[in-house]
Structure formats: C-alpha cells, structure tokens
C-alpha cells in the first residue's frame, strides 16, 4: 500500500470514528477510541501467537509463560477482541470493556493502572460505543497485505495526533509533531545506548527512535528508554504507545512532581536526549532548588524554565552523548536574569553543536516561533564552532492553520547537518545555513539566531532586461493611477447623490485658510 493511500485510510478511520463521539470532547473520548485500539492491537498479537502455539502439539496455547517468553501481553479470554465484538450490541458492553482492560492489567504488570476504564460513564452512547466496535473491527479487511498488528500500531499514532490538533492548545502538551520529531531524530541518529525524554509526554521520540533503528537495519534491544512525565493520562498514553511499538517502558516513569523536583533517574547519563518541554514555563521551583547539583554552568531564572530544561539535560548526558531539544525562539536572545550569561557559557565551553530555526504554525499549542537546539560533548569536526541553520520558510500549509514539514525538508536539514559534522560536501549558503566560529559569535554578544549568521539570500536574476521590467512596471502604475481616478470620482459622485459637494467644500478650504487643509465639516 503506497504513503498515499495509507493517509487517506487512517484519515478516513479517524473522520468515521469522530462521527460517533457526539456530545463528548475530543479530550475525553481519545482515551475511548485509543483504548479500543489498544486491546484490538494486543487481542491481534496474541492471537498471533495463539495460533503457532496451538499447532504444536507440545505447546499450551493457554499457558501464560509461553507469551511472556516471546514479550507478548498475554490476554485473558473475557479480554479478547473476538468476546468485546460479539457483545458489542449489548447495553451492558461498556461494563464488558472496563471488566477486559482491569483482566489484561491483571495478567500484564506493567500496565498495571495504565489503561483506561471509561467505557461504564453514563454520558457515552453504548450504541455508538458498539459502532466503533464494528468500525475498528472492520478495519483490518481494508488493510491489503499489511499484517492487522502494524496496521494498528499505526493507526494508534495517526489518532493521537489528529486528537492533539482536535484539542489545540491542550493537545500540545502531550503530543509533537511527527516532522519535528522525525527531524530531531534523523539529525542525532539513537542507533544504540540510552535514550532520555525529561517531559516524554505520550513517547513520540520514543516511538520515532525505534523506527530509526528499525529502517536503518537495527536491534530496538540495542536501545533502552527513560522517560518522565507529570501528567498521569498523558503517561499511560505513553505507555499504551509504547506497549503497541513493543518497547520495553520499564524506565519511563510518572510522578506529579515532575522532572525538576523529584528527578526519576537522578544517576542516568543517557547517550542520547530527546525533549519538547513547555515553553517559556513559570515558577518551575528554581526557589527551592538554588544549589542543586545540575546547575553547573549557573543557576537558571523562576521565571522562564528554558534554561532550566537545557541544564537538567546537560546534566544527564552522557560524555560522548548528544541531545536536541526544542525551545522557544527568546531562547536564542534573551538576556533576561541572567540567561545571556548561561547561553555565553555553553558556547564558550563548547557545547552548542547546531541552532536550527523552525518555520512558523507547526505546533498545535502555540503560535510562539521555535528552534531545535543541538548539544554535544564531544564534537568531532568542528571544534569550537556552531552550525546555524535557518529553516523557518520551509514546510507547507497543511490545512489554513498548520504548517508542515514535508520528506524532501528534513532531508535537506538533515544532509546539511551531517555533511557539516562528519566533514563531508559542506559549504556556506546565504540565507540557509552558516559554521560560525566561536570568535564571531561573541561578536553578536552570543546571540544564536540563525537569521543574524546566515544573512538574507541573494536575489536570483531572472534574466529579464533592466528597462523591460521599468517598462512593465510603468504601466502597472498608469493602470493603477487610472483607476484610482475612476474610484474617486466614483466616491464624489455618490456623495453628490445625498448632497455633499466635494469640489465646492474643497473651494470653501482654499479660501477659508491653511487651519482647516485636509478637513471638512459636513
């Protein structure tokens, strides 16, 4: 099945599975849609492994030790896909569906108080919640030749970002755009080791990690992630996605205090970080942390989180490890308590690898402009040195709101970045990219907008003669000028209509004296 008709299909998928929501918000009912896709996508695994099990004759097909050997959710039979289908009709189907998910977290420890049990709520039309059944049910017949369980691995994705720009604002915080992430991903490249998310929300970098590894002929065991989050709906998101990605969430924890004040990998030096925390975040706790141990290169203001987030990752990350993460555009500038004296030091130790500036209108929760940050330890190439890339017209509208970043832009991104750090066909191009040594840096005051490096593009020739163009453009102007004539005299006709005399008022001016030029009392 082509890219294409993939979209189409999980764009048609969502737009029938929204039709039933009713009355409810998207925010409520992602949980009810997302769930169903969950146990659809185990009942499909384990009915995987059900089948080869009981074509052996050795084997137990309902022997719970033989699914946890092959890393598989085991699902008792009251939980089973093919037992919610068959009671779908019933009015008594929401109590069936909670009963299921409470069995499966039974049976499977770690999802243990991690699935939803919204399905008995009085405000959730049971006809409709059957409808959904039969429409996720039928979904697999319009699969072609994918196998059932990857389709809904990524129908499980599509939704959570279609209910992120549902909920807008809200959205945001548990969810980043796909091409961001992918971005983030292809330029770090997590092949192996330990993978960090400090506000890991519903584990999109997670997720994009290990298809990194994957399309890239990798082990996913080759990797282990850690993650935080502090809101517990989003973490058990998080823990569904990663359930349906088989990866191993053991090390993604959830706590209300979050990554500042209660760190839940205080001795983690992760290879790799991957974050989107919030932007610009207040009172984030800087008053009780004054002499905290991360804060190494100074302590960051109560009253912007960003450098913050930049020195808690700092802090975790590895000796020869890389992080990216994603800030927003005053990041780059501001001077506010202190933070010019921060970002200063980070470029005077060296640890600013790349400043890429995004485009506009790609996040669902804010219209703030944003930038990627790049870290590194240990730069190979360019010592001393900062790539800036200006990325913010790139992309495309993907409806009248959002802005996109399609394949051939991250590619472009990407190859830039890694022909400049592995030493490869690099070289300067104004208006997109520029390798600013550190000398020129601190001639901008440490300021890192890439707009101040890389400079305006030169405009192309397009081959038109000088005196063509003057000649096109005078006439473009007489037009212009005729037709503003026909305009006002339009106006003071139709002012005549109702008895306004312009010429003659214009007149009465002219003779009345300079102190009423350019007025009129009507």
Same mark, same amino acid.
């Given at each position: 099945?082509?890219?294409?008709?993939?979209?189409?299909?999980?764009?048609?998928?969502?737009?029938?599975?929204?039709?039933?929501?009713?009355?409810?918000?998207?925010?409520?009912?992602?949980?009810?849609?997302?769930?169903?896709?969950?146990?659809?996508?185990?009942?499909?695994?384990?009915?995987?492994?059900?089948? &080869?099990?009981?074509?052996?004759?050795?084997?137990?097909?309902?022997?719970?030790?033989? !699914?946890?050997?092959?890393?598989?959710?085991?699902?008792?039979?009251?939980?089973?896909?093919?037992?919610?289908?068959?009671?779908?009709?019933? =009015? @008594?189907?929401?109590?069936?569906?909670?009963?299921?998910?409470?069995?499966?977290?039974?049976?499977?420890?770690?999802?243990?108080?991690?699935? $939803?049990?919204?399905?008995?709520?009085?405000?959730?039309?049971?006809?409709?919640?059957?409808?959904?059944?039969?429409?996720?049910?039928?979904?697999?017949?319009?699969?072609?030749?994918?196998?059932?369980?990857?389709?809904?691995?990524?129908?499980?994705?599509?939704?959570?970002?279609?209910?992120?720009?549902?909920?807008?604002?809200?959205?945001?915080?548990? #969810?980043?755009?796909?091409?961001?992430?992918?971005?983030?991903?292809?330029?770090?490249?997590?092949?192996?080791?330990?993978?960090?998310?400090?506000?890991?929300?519903?584990?999109?970098?997670?997720?994009?990690?290990?298809?990194?590894?994957?399309?890239?002929?990798?082990?996913?065991?080759?990797?282990?992630?850690?993650?935080?989050? @502090?809101?517990?709906?989003?973490?058990?998101?998080?823990?569904?996605?990663?359930?349906?990605?088989?990866?191993?969430?053991?090390?993604?924890?959830?706590?209300?205090?979050?990554?500042?004040?209660?760190?839940?990998?205080?001795?983690?030096?992760?290879?790799?970080?991957?974050?989107? =925390? $919030?932007?610009?975040?207040?009172?984030?706790?800087?008053?009780?942390?004054?002499?905290?141990?991360?804060?190494?290169?100074?302590? =960051?203001?109560?009253?912007?989180?960003? !450098?913050?987030?930049?020195?808690?990752?700092?802090?975790?990350?590895?000796?020869?490890?890389?992080?990216?993460?994603?800030?927003?555009?005053? @990041?780059?500038?501001?001077?506010?308590?202190?933070?010019?004296?921060?970002?200063?030091?980070?470029?005077?130790?060296?640890?600013?690898?790349?400043?890429?500036?995004?485009?506009?209108?790609?996040?669902?929760?804010?219209?703030?402009?944003?930038?990627?940050? !790049?870290?590194?330890?240990?730069?190979?190439?360019?010592?001393?040195?900062?790539?800036?890339?200006?990325?913010?017209?790139?992309?495309?509208?993907?409806?009248?709101?959002?802005?996109?970043?399609?394949?051939? *832009?991250?590619?472009?991104?990407?190859?830039?970045?890694?022909?400049?750090?592995?030493?490869?066909? #690099?070289?300067?191009?104004?208006?997109?990219?520029?390798?600013?040594?550190?000398?020129?840096?601190? &001639?901008?005051?440490?300021?890192?907008? =890439?707009?101040? !490096?890389?400079?305006?593009?030169?405009?192309? *020739?397009?081959?038109?003669?000088?005196?063509?163009?003057?000649?096109?453009?005078?006439?473009?102007?007489?037009?212009?000028?005729? &037709?503003?004539?026909?305009?006002?005299?339009?106006?003071?006709?139709?002012?005549?209509?109702?008895?306004?005399?312009?010429?003659?008022?214009?007149?009465?001016?002219?003779?009345?004296?300079?102190?009423?030029?350019?007025?009129?009392?009507?």
């Amino acid at each position: 099945m082509s890219e294409t008709k993939k979209s189409t299909f999980e764009q048609q998928l969502f737009k029938a599975a929204d039709k039933l929501r009713k009355n409810i918000d998207a925010a409520e009912y992602k949980y009810v849609v997302l769930g169903l896709v969950f146990i659809k996508y185990i009942s499909e695994t384990f009915n995987e492994l059900y089948e &080869k099990l009981e074509a052996d004759e050795y084997s137990d097909p309902e022997d719970r030790d033989e !699914y946890l050997a092959e890393n598989v959710f085991f699902v008792p039979a009251t939980a089973r896909w093919s037992h919610i289908h068959n009671n779908a009709k019933l =009015p @008594s189907i929401g109590e069936t569906i909670d009963e299921a998910m409470e069995a499966i977290e039974k049976e499977n420890k770690e999802l243990k108080n991690v699935l $939803p049990k919204v399905y008995g709520k009085a405000n959730l039309d049971k006809a409709s919640l059957g409808q959904l059944i039969d429409l996720i049910s039928n979904t697999e017949l319009q699969a072609e030749n994918e196998k059932s369980k990857d389709l809904f691995g990524r129908v499980y994705e599509y939704f959570l970002g279609e209910f992120a720009n549902a909920e807008g604002k809200k959205g945001g915080q548990f #969810y980043t755009p796909k091409a961001i992430v992918k971005l983030m991903v292809e330029m770090i490249e997590p092949y192996k080791g330990r993978v960090y998310d400090p506000a890991c929300g519903s584990g999109g970098m997670f997720v994009m990690s290990e298809k990194f590894v994957t399309e890239h002929q990798g082990n996913i065991s080759d990797i282990t992630v850690y993650g935080q989050e @502090s809101n517990q709906t989003t973490w058990k998101l998080s823990k569904m996605n990663l359930a349906i990605r088989n990866i191993n969430s053991q090390f993604v924890s959830w706590n209300t205090e979050g990554s500042f004040l209660k760190d839940a990998h205080p001795d983690l030096k992760a290879d790799f970080i991957l974050a989107n =925390p $919030p932007f610009n975040q207040k009172d984030w706790g800087i008053d009780i942390l004054q002499d905290d141990a991360r804060w190494k290169l100074g302590v =960051p203001p109560n009253g912007n989180a960003n !450098y913050g987030w930049m020195m808690h990752m700092l802090y975790h990350l590895a000796p020869k490890g890389v992080m990216a993460t994603v800030l927003a555009n005053g @990041s780059l500038s501001s001077n506010t308590s202190g933070e010019g004296d921060l970002r200063q030091r980070m470029v005077e130790e060296d640890l600013v690898e790349c400043i890429v500036a995004l485009p506009k209108q790609l996040f669902y929760n804010t219209g703030i402009p944003a930038c990627i940050w !790049y870290l590194r330890r240990e730069k190979a190439n360019h010592s001393k040195e900062v790539l800036f890339i200006d990325a913010s017209e790139m992309g495309y509208m993907k409806d009248r709101v959002h802005r996109d970043l399609a394949d051939e *832009d991250i590619d472009t991104i990407t190859q830039t970045y890694h022909n400049w750090r592995k030493g490869g066909d #690099y070289e300067d191009i104004k208006g997109y990219c520029k390798s600013a040594t550190i000398e020129e840096i601190q &001639k901008h005051k440490h300021v890192l907008t =890439p707009g101040r !490096y890389v400079g305006i593009p030169d405009e192309e *020739d397009d081959g038109i003669p000088f005196e063509d163009k003057m000649a096109d453009l005078s006439a473009i102007l007489k037009n212009q000028m005729e &037709k503003e004539a026909e305009l006002n005299q339009e106006i003071k006709d139709q002012l005549s209509n109702i008895g306004i005399d312009l010429d003659k008022k214009e007149l009465d001016q002219e003779q009345g004296g300079s102190g009423h030029v350019g007025t009129f009392n009507f």
